[in-house]
């Protein structure tokens, strides 16, 4: 059995797309942890809008990549 990264993605594993929206997500979170927190004290915006919005424009990454054609070496 093999250990998961900090994403949750083993090596053998397929990555499909909507695994690479939710590790960008995931990153996302974790890197701009203190601007969020900061966004939420000020209450411009909430944590989930934030987010909410990175995953519309992450889905819409999904879609174009899942409609691309696929190259096969």
Same mark, same amino acid.
């Given at each position: 059995m093999? +250990? %998961?990264?900090? $994403?949750g993605? &083993?090596? +053998?594993?397929? @990555?499909t797309p909507? /695994?690479v929206r #939710? =590790?960008?997500?995931? $990153? *996302?979170?974790? =890197?701009? %942890? #203190?601007c969020?927190e900061? =966004?939420? *004290?000020? %209450?411009?915006?909430? %944590? /989930?809008?934030?987010? +909410?919005? @990175?995953?519309?424009?992450? #889905?819409k990454? @999904? +879609?174009? /990549?899942?409609t691309?054609?696929? &190259?096969?070496?």
């Amino acid at each position: 059995m093999t +250990e %998961k990264n900090v $994403y949750g993605i &083993n090596e +053998e594993d397929t @990555v499909t797309p909507i /695994m690479v929206r #939710d =590790a960008i997500i995931q $990153y *996302f979170l974790e =890197a701009h %942890k #203190d601007c969020l927190e900061l =966004a939420i *004290f000020d %209450k411009k915006m909430t %944590k /989930m809008i934030i987010i +909410e919005n @990175v995953k519309k424009v992450l #889905d819409k990454l @999904v +879609e174009t /990549m899942n409609t691309q054609p696929k &190259n096969h070496c």
